[in-house]
């Protein structure tokens, strides 16, 4: 029953190619948002979606995508992967205005 | 631009002190001040919050402090435990359900 689930937990691929991750949520939560953790463990927000509302944050590249097929999902679609790529990314939900957001495990995504 | 600066990035504490991390914050329009704690593997998990219309909240052995005109807030840990080894980011939002901007992290040991 985890309330933030991810997958996959890792991947690993070649520089060029075009890879998903998904997320979920079952906390019944109206926004998600996508979370990249580099090296440093420094963590930087991606996305928020909200109501079919994309908020992108303005340095993200347009390589990467994220894409909403409901209110408890939102995958994050990257094409022409880079080394610079390499990350965790962490997906995260919260019922807008009240504040907790609940993160996911993480994938760990390794590009070669 | 880092919106929000914490320090320090690691500390070392003996079971049963006190660790103090500090966060310092740029925007003013920022009005949610979460920790989050990261075990590793993990994703980050809430710890505690503030709102800037108080200066201090406390949790069992965790306490913010805000210094609103300051611009900074902290966290304390009262009699720190092995357990409470992690990697610890205070973060900052526009309002308790939107995109949250991170401090760098602080990497957390208490030694036995």
């Known amino acids: 029953d985890t309330a933030v689930s991810q997958t996959p937990k890792y991947l690993v691929t070649q520089m060029g190619n075009d890879k998903s991750i998904k997320c979920e949520q079952n906390?019944?939560?109206?926004?998600m948002y996508w979370y990249k953790q580099d090296s440093k463990k420094f963590l930087k927000i991606m996305f928020s979606?909200?109501?079919?509302?994309?908020?992108i944050n303005e340095t993200v590249p347009n390589r990467f995508s994220p894409k909403s097929p409901d209110k408890a999902h939102l995958n994050l679609h990257i094409n022409s992967l880079e080394l610079g790529d390499s990350a965790v990314y962490f997906c995260?939900?919260?019922?807008?205005?009240?504040?907790?957001?609940?993160f996911g495990p993480g994938t760990r995504l390794l590009v070669l | 631009q880092q919106q929000v600066k914490q320090s320090p990035q690691s500390l070392i504490v003996q079971k049963g002190g006190i660790s103090i991390i500090n966060c310092a914050y740029e925007n003013t329009a920022f009005d949610y001040f979460p920790w989050y704690q990261q075990f590793p593997g993990k994703g980050p998990a809430l710890l505690i919050a503030?709102?800037?219309?108080?200066s201090e909240k406390k949790e069992g052995r965790f306490t913010i402090s805000f210094n609103k005109s300051a611009k900074q807030f902290s966290l304390h840990i009262m009699d720190s435990q092995p357990g409470d080894s992690a990697t610890y980011f205070c973060?900052?939002?526009?309002?308790?359900?939107?995109?949250?901007?991170f401090g760098g992290g602080t990497r957390l040991m208490v030694k036995p």
């Open positions: 995260a939900s919260s019922q807008a205005l009240l504040g907790t957001q609940y």
């Open positions: 906390l019944g939560h109206d926004t």
């Open positions: 503030i709102r800037p219309d108080v």
């Open positions: 973060a900052a939002s526009i309002s308790a359900g939107n995109m949250l901007t």
């Open positions: 979606y909200n109501n079919k509302e994309l908020i």
